[in-house]
């Protein structure tokens, strides 16, 4: 017997900002409304029953597919502290303009569907003397009223029934989930003072009977793995990208030690991809200052199965915690499997994961893999150099001397290149592919040491 929480938004509207801060949360995330149940809990009893819901399975996600998007602009009293000025109500404290997205859907109610569950009679009491105290689900201006039922009917026509995807399918959203020790997760995050998801996981989801589905084109790597850097850090300037993909280079093959895989060092690895050390930067956005926020390793999809358990057994279960940049500097880094946040922190800001992305704009310049001639132009060159690379020839591919989106690096720092590397003419890039492309994309010389990362360009959507 399902068990089913039926959510209606008392307003109409439900305000929570997705991925993206600039987009509305939509479909809503079982996530959500988990913590929402987590935010009421009184007494050990709410926490027994809670821990029996999050080892329930991934649930299902029955909602209007339809939903238009609200932004709404004010100024609100921030937390900064100031000696001097500041709101005349909380002193010390001054007003910042804050834009808050809501969704407005077609059917304001949606249903969260745990599929398997079988409650008994105490359980449900329970959880709907629970589900009763929550006030509101997202931000606390989104008002609702919840139930909690046994049983539940197909959903209407006007619903589309949200489930996990299969290996295979094609993922419309990643979407937050409950999961076995996300109740103890969340209590330790709020004892920190961390946010919710700073804890959170998500797997893909799509909707149930849906064959038609826009085709994909998987790049040739098949994950991205962060390593950020540890707090109080400074952020490094970007034209140092070359200086901190070097040294993570070397810290992996000194990790792996003996016969490090062809793969992980590039050495006899010249007839397939091998493993890209990146820098990832803060581009893309109004506010991009070009700093390095983390680097990451680009795992090959054919990397054979041996060499991946080495390389991860190495980087990840026993993770990497510092980078030597010179024998007086090391800087401290930090993996998490589940980070969200910041975004451009995240594996799949920089892949456009699951979708893809049909437009791709360069965050490091591209160096190109032989100079321009008469029969070949820059252009050609940087065509060329993705089909190299493993990508499919783009539509469309403007090129320029100087960096097409905020935060992009215009040249590496001079001193940088490695010895004995050839160094030709350097490029930016915005390319178009017919099809929406997983990345990470990256193109032309040098590109598994971070020159030409592109990263997906989403002012053309």
Known sequence: MPLAITVRLRAGRYEAAGTRPSQAEWPPHP??????????AVDDGDWAVLRWLEVEGVPEVWACEAADQEAVEGYVVTNTIEQKGGSQSWPGRTNGSR??????????????????????????????????????????TSTASLSVEAEVDEPGPEWARYVPSRIGEHALAELRIPYPGYTDQLQHAYADGQRAWAVARSVPYTVAGRTAEPAVVEGPFSELLVFRFAP??????????????????????????????????????????????LALLNTGHD???????????AVPRQMDPGSLDRLLERTVDDPIRRLTIRRD????????????????????WWMAAPRGSHSWVSAAPLMLDRYPSRKQDARDLVFRSLA??????PE????????????????????????GRPVRPMVHARVRFAQPVVGPVLAGSMRYLGLGLFVPDRSSR
């Open 396 to 419: 469309e591919v403007e090129i320029s001397p100087a960096a097409l989106t905020r935060g992009a690096v215009h040249r590496p720092r001079k001193g940088t290149i490695p010895e």
């Open 99 to 140: 834009s808050r997205v809501s969704a407005i859907p077609q059917v304001p109610t949606f249903t969260i569907v745990w599929a398997h569950a079988t409650p008994d009679g105490d359980t449900l009491v329970r959880l709907r003397r629970l589900a009763r105290r929550v006030p509101y689900v997202g931000r606390a």
């Open 232 to 277: 109080r850090v400074v952020q490094p300037a970007g034209d140092s990208l070359l200086t901190l993909t070097a040294r993570l280079r070397q810290a992996v093959i000194q990790r792996i030690g003996d016969d490090v895989p062809a793969e992980v060092s590039g050495h006899g690895a010249e007839d397939r991809p091998h493993l890209g050390y």
């Open 287 to 297: 506010n991009a200052d070009g700093n390095v926020l983390g680097v990451a390793l």
């Open 329 to 348: 500097q090391a800087i401290p880094v930090e993996h998490d499997p589940y980070l969200t946040s910041p975004l451009r922190l995240t594996p799949e």
């Open 31 to 40: 996530a959500r409304l988990f913590c929402a149940l987590v935010a009421s």
């Open 388 to 393: 190299t690379a493993g990508y499919p020839e």
